[in-house]
């Protein structure tokens, strides 16, 4: 089955340093996801990209799909203590309405 | 502001007990998705709707999850009996069959401990 494999686990910053994720399917994927969840709270979409070698950003966030639709990247510009969480990616195949998710990268941040 | 809402938020239980948790999806969305929560697993899909009907649950323990749609309005996730090893957070989603335009909504989860 499809597999998605997001690194690194965990990544400690300081505020104001950049912070990168990255996600790989094991399968070519219809759209790829990013979702955020606070430490108690539950995954929030943060947006969803579907093209090939598509760039998407969001102010301080910017979000790449790989050439292939089988990888993904997050990067975070001057991290904040706000950006703390878990980013999860989470992959589809199209027909089945059904996403993976990777593992998730928690991020903390030092003030 | 249209939200999965999910109950009850917390749940503690003694093994072998039934447990019962609901979810009310977002109002007009035709999927329905039941994810665990652990620290070791991370987010794992148990079962999911589409249009009421189950597409898929083999992420589920067979015997003794079962998940259920009486209506469009109401999905259920039962454990019985229930098993320490079920102790873990357990998320309803919600969300449109339209490739493209699939995003999940997520409730805010129960917490489940089972004793």
């Known amino acids: 089955g499809q597999q998605v494999m997001q690194i690194p686990q965990y990544q400690h910053v300081q505020e104001g340093e950049d912070f990168t994720t990255y996600c790989n399917s094991s399968?070519?994927?219809?759209?790829i996801q990013w979702y955020k969840q606070r430490p108690g709270g539950h995954p929030v979409f943060l947006i969803q990209?579907?093209?090939?070698?598509e760039v998407k950003k969001q102010k301080r966030l910017t979000f790449q799909f790989g050439e292939a639709k089988k990888n993904s990247s997050l990067h975070i510009t001057a991290t904040q203590t706000t950006d703390v969480g878990t980013y999860f990616c989470?992959?589809?195949?199209?027909?089945?309405?059904?996403?993976?998710f990777g593992k998730g990268t928690l991020l903390t941040v030092n003030p | 502001d249209a939200r999965v809402t999910q109950t009850p938020r917390h749940k503690v239980t003694e093994m072998g007990q039934e447990v019962t948790m609901r979810c009310q999806p977002i109002?007009?969305?035709?999927?329905v998705f039941w994810y665990r929560q652990t620290m070791m697993q991370g987010l794992e899909l148990l079962a999911y709707?589409?249009?009421?009907?189950?597409?898929?649950d083999s992420g589920m323990p067979k015997d003794r999850f079962s998940a259920e749609m009486p209506d469009a309005t109401l999905a259920t996730l039962k454990i019985q009996p229930s098993e320490p090893r079920d102790s873990a957070v357990y998320f309803c989603?919600?969300?449109?069959?339209?490739?493209?335009?699939?995003?999940?909504?997520f409730g805010p989860g129960t917490r489940l401990t089972v004793l």
């Open positions: 989603a919600s969300g449109l069959d339209n490739p493209g335009a699939d995003t999940q909504y």
């Open positions: 989470a992959g589809s195949g199209g027909s089945n309405y059904k996403l993976t």
């Open positions: 109002l007009g969305h035709n999927t």
């Open positions: 709707f589409r249009n009421r009907a189950p597409l898929d």
């Open positions: 399968t070519t994927l219809s759209n």
């Open positions: 990209l579907v093209k090939s070698g």
